[in-house]
C-alpha cells in the first residue's frame, strides 16, 4: 500500500497536521463531493481522529444530525474530544449552531442491520475513509507497522478475538498462502508462506518482516519495502475490511436519500475495485448518478506535503 518504507496509508483527516503526526488526504475534495446540506444527517462511517467529522459538522449546523462510527475506541475517545461531546452526545464547549454528534463503537457495515433509529428516513451523506489511521500505524504496540517493533496484532478493534499473530503462528502453510495472495496481491505468496510456517514461531512485526525481506525476492521496478504486502494482506484480513466494505456499499443505496451522496477514499487496489464495480453496478440498476467516472486522486502539492497520499483514490456518487 504504502510507498517506499512507509508500509502502511493512513486514512486523511484533518486541515493540518496535528500532534499525533495525522495528516490529512484529500480533505477538501471530500467535503466538496459530498456536499453537505444545512441541518442533514450525515454519517461519518470511519470517524478516525475526527477532522471529516469536525469539517462536516461544521457545515451542518444545527439542527443537523452527524453519526460518527469507528472500531477502535480510542480513536472514538480522540474524534469525542475535537467534536467536543459528552458520551450522550449533549453539545460542550461549541457555539448553539452545532450539529448533534452520535458516536458508536462498531464496524460501519453493521449501520445497515442495528442502525439508530435516527437514520430510519435516510441519511444525506456517507463519507468513508478507508485504511489505518495515524494513531493506529504510529503506535508499535498495535503491530500495524514494521517500522518499529511490537506485537503481531493488527486489530483496528482490540476486543476483537483474531490476531495477526494468531494467522501467522496457527494458520497451515497453503491458508496464509492464499491469504497473503487473495488481500495483499502478493505473486511471492507461496515462497513468504513457506518461510514463515519454517520460522515460527514469530511475535514481533520486525522478526516477521525479516523473515518476508529474507524470502521475497526483489521485483523491479519495485518501490515498495518487500513486506508491505504481507502486512497488508494480514491486516486486511484480522480486520474483515474487504467484507464490511462490500456490506456498507450494498446498504448504501438503501440507507441514503434522493440527493444523498456516498463518498469513499480508498488506499490500494482491492479496495477501489470493489468501490468502482459496486458504484457502477447502482448506476445500472437506477441506484445512483456517478460524480466521478474515474477516481479522484492527490495533486502533486499534496503528495509533495504527505507522501502516504499518492495511493488514495476518491469516488462518488449521488443516490438517484
Known amino acids: 500500500m504504502g510507498e517506499g518504507l512507509q508500509d502502511t496509508p493512513e486514512r486523511g483527516g484533518h486541515g493540518r497536521k496535528e500532534e499525533t503526526g495525522h495528516v490529512p488526504v484529500l480533505l477538501k475534495e471530500a467535503i466538496d463531493f459530498l456536499a453537505v446540506r444545512r441541518g442533514g444527517t450525515y454519517i461519518d462511517a470511519t470517524v478516525g481522529l475526527g477532522g471529516h467529522s469536525y469539517e462536516i459538522a461544521r457545515r451542518l449546523g444545527a439542527p443537523g444530525h452527524l453519526i460518527a462510527v469507528d472500531k477502535d475506541p480510542a480513536a472514538l475517545a480522540i474524534a469525542q474530544r475535537k467534536l467536543a461531546v459528552s458520551p450522550r452526545s449533549a ?23 442495528d442502525q439508530p433509529r435516527t437514520i430510519d428516513d435516510g441519511v444525506d451523506g456517507i463519507l468513508a475513509d478507508l485504511g489505518v489511521s495515524s494513531l493506529q500505524f504510529s503506535n508499535p504496540a498495535r503491530g500495524f507497522s514494521f517500522q518499529a517493533e511490537g506485537p503481531l496484532d493488527m486489530r483496528m478493534d482490540p476486543q476483537a478475538e483474531l490476531t495477526a499473530e494468531q494467522v ?28 514463515i510456517v519454517r520460522s515460527r514461531p514469530i511475535r514481533t512485526t520486525v522478526q516477521l518482516a525479516e523473515i518476508v525481506s529474507a524470502a521475497a525476492w526483489p521485483m523491479k521496478p519495485e518501490r515498495i519495502h518487500p513486506a508491505t504486502r504481507t502486512f497488508q494482506a494480514l491486516r486486511i484480513f484480522v480486520n474483515h475490511e474487504l467484507d464490511d466494505l462490500r456490506g456498507l456499499l450494498s446498504a448504501a443505496p438503501q440507507m441514503l436519500k434522493p ?25 445500472k440498476q437506477g441506484h445512483y448518478r456517478l460524480l466521478t467516472r474515474k477516481p479522484v486522486t492527490p495533486g502533486q502539492e499534496e503528495i509533495d506535503r504527505n507522501p502516504r497520499a499518492r495511493s488514495a483514490k476518491l469516488r462518488a456518487a449521488e443516490k438517484i
Open 259 to 283: 440527493g444523498g451522496r456516498l463518498v469513499i477514499i480508498s488506499f490500494h487496489s482491492l479496495e477501489d475495485r470493489i468501490v468502482k464495480d459496486a458504484l457502477r453496478e447502482g448506476m
Open 168 to 195: 501467522v503462528n496457527h494458520f497451515d502453510e497453503r491458508k496464509l498462502a492464499d491469504v497473503i495472495y487473495e488481500f495483499g496481491e502478493e505473486r511471492r505468496s507461496r515462497r513468504i508462506a513457506r518461510a
Open 91 to 113: 453539545v460542550v464547549g461549541k457555539p448553539a449552531d452545532w450539529p448533534t454528534v452520535e458516536l458508536i463503537h462498531g464496524s460501519f457495515a453493521d449501520l445497515a442491520n
